[in-house]
């Protein structure tokens, strides 16, 4: 059975830093295309980035390009989304997601997705 674990949320100023991570267990998650997701409270679920199996190429939404970046440890089974210059508009419950198929780059069909991690922006 597929699980994905989001850890490293919480509540920090605007304009600083967090690295969330998202860690598979049952599979590896090297071998798949990985996103991050977010959802604000009373918003649609918002594509941030994706990260594709086969040469880490990469994606960002246009909301958090140059402020964010998704990268990959395979030796640790971990993706990883660095968030820099975090605005109070970042704040939402973050989810990484699996693509077992990697079609429809940059956006291909997600089918497998952790519980979320918050993360609040506030002074």
């Known amino acids: 059975q597929v699980q994905l674990v989001e850890t490293g949320g919480g509540l920090v100023q605007p304009g600083g830093s967090l690295t969330l991570s998202c860690a598979a267990s049952?599979?590896?998650?090297?071998?798949?295309?990985v996103g991050w997701f977010r959802q604000a409270p009373e918003k649609e679920r918002e594509f941030v980035a994706v990260?594709?199996?086969?040469?880490?190429?990469?994606y960002h939404a246009d909301s958090v390009k140059g402020r964010f970046g998704i990268s990959r440890d395979n030796a640790k089974n971990t993706v990883y989304l660095q968030m820099n210059s975090l605005k109070p508009e970042d704040t939402a419950v973050y989810y990484c997601a699996e693509a077992t198929r990697p079609s429809g780059w940059p956006r291909p069909k997600f089918d497998y997705w952790g519980q979320g991690t918050q993360v609040t922006v506030s002074s």
């Open positions: 990260i594709s199996w086969s040469n880490s190429n990469t």
């Open positions: 049952g599979r590896t998650l090297s071998r798949f295309t």
